[in-house]
T-cell receptor, first 115, second 113 residues
Framework: EPEVTQTPSHQVTQMGQEVILRCVPI?????FYWYRQILGQKVEFLVS????????KSEIFDDQFSVERPDGSNFTLKIRSTKLEDSAMYFC?????????????FGPGTRLTVL | KNQVEQSPQSLIILEGKNCTLQ??????????LRWYKQDTGRGPVSLTI?????NTKSNGRYTATLDADTKQSSLHITASQLSDSASYIC????????????FGAGTRLFVKA
């Protein structure tokens, strides 16, 4: 069964450094998402992406964050200058339909630790 | 304000028993409601999706209900298994032109032998 993959599984970085989290969505999907989950807290929506542009973003997704689909398979989340509070699990998800209640398939997550 | 509230916060049941998890929401305009299962340290896995017109939907031992009038949903788990131990998350999407997605905090279910 096709699945969303994410790399790395765990990223440790120093405060102020840039990090890029990578995701490979399911190949025929059109809608891509990033979520984060701070330890012990609920999952929070960051951004959705369709047709090579951001379709929706949350208040969390400020200028420090950016997303990109550099080729036909990868979907990346960049944090330009990491802060301690960026430490969290970051989940990528993809879905097939452009609108409507389609199932979002989540990746296994990347645990980001900012020191 | 768009919110999703889940209860109970945690629940312990014996293997083989049934349980029901609750979700209340104030998301508007409502688009759809999903239930996810999340194992510790893993990504959420979709269990059910329901739109405004759907009252109930089943997926194996999982049955979700939706009352769009009272803005309530429940997830019923039948004949629980040890592997059902996980967090169950209610997620509601609002149709705001794009799709705003609001997650509940989840119910942590522990199934004991």
């Amino acid at each position: 069964e096709p699945e969303v993959t994410q790399t790395p599984s765990h990223q440790v970085t120093q405060m102020g450094q840039e990090v890029i989290l990578r995701c490979v969505p399911i190949s025929n999907h059109l809608y891509f998402y990033w979520y984060r989950q701070i330890l012990g807290q609920k999952v929070e929506f960051l951004v959705s992406f369709y047709n090579n542009e951001i379709s929706e973003k949350s208040e969390i997704f400020d200028d420090q964050f950016s997303v990109e689909r550099p080729d036909g398979s990868n979907f990346t989340l960049k944090i330009r200058s990491t802060k301690l509070e960026d430490s969290a699990m970051y989940f990528c998800a993809s879905s097939g339909l452009t609108t409507g209640p389609d199932t979002q398939y989540f990746g296994p997550g990347t645990r980001l630790t900012v020191l | 304000k768009n919110q999703v509230e889940q209860s109970p916060q945690s629940l312990i049941i014996l293997e083989g028993k049934n349980c029901t998890l609750q979700c209340n929401y104030t998301v508007s305009p409502f688009s759809n409601l999903r239930w996810y299962k999340q194992d510790t340290g893993r990504g959420p896995v979709s269990l059910t999706i329901m739109t405004f017109s759907e009252n109930t939907k089943s997926n194996g031992r999982y049955t979700a209900t939706l009352d769009a009038d009272t803005k309530q949903s429940s997830l019923h788990i039948t004949a629980s298994q040890l592997s059902d131990s996980a967090s169950y998350i209610c997620v509601v999407s609002a149709n705001t032109g794009g799709f705003k997605t609001i997650f509940g905090a989840g119910t942590r279910l522990f199934v004991k032998a």
